[in-house]
Nanobody
């Protein structure tokens, strides 16, 4: 099984930037589509961004589009979420997830947390006013 570990979270002021990383232990992510989700206290886990297996297509939630960028390195060992112009509403625990289904699907597919097979433990992002 693939093990995912997120890192890069922290406490920042509004307008700052952070880059989150998601690394796989004991394997490679090259065969997986990857997604980022977040969960704030009292709220359901929500979609943030996703990238297809080959890294050729990305998807974003409307709330982060234009501010966040998902990417994967050349070897597809690590997936990143670059967050810019952070707002207090971005405060949440951020999770990365891996989908082992082979193929290319619609944007709605990647937005559903139920499609993902493996999850990291999350990294806290807190944005002050």
């Amino acid at each position: 099984q693939v093990q995912l570990v997120e890192s890069g979270g922290g406490l920042v002021e509004a307008g700052a930037s952070l880059r989150l990383s998601c690394a796989a232990s004991g394997g490679t992510l090259r065969r997986y589509a990857m997604g980022w989700f977040r969960q704030a206290p009292g709220k359901e886990r929500e979609f943030v961004a996703a990238v297809t297996m080959n890294g050729d297509t990305t998807f974003y939630a409307d709330s982060v589009k234009g501010r966040f960028t998902i990417s994967r390195d050349g070897g597809e060992n690590t997936v990143y979420l670059l967050m810019s112009s952070l707002k207090p509403d971005d405060t949440a625990v951020y999770y990365c997830a891996a989908d082992n289904r082979v193929g290319n699907f619609s944007g709605n597919y990647y937005r559903s947390r139920h499609e993902y097979d493996y999850w990291g433990q999350g990294t806290q992002v807190t944005v002050s006013a």
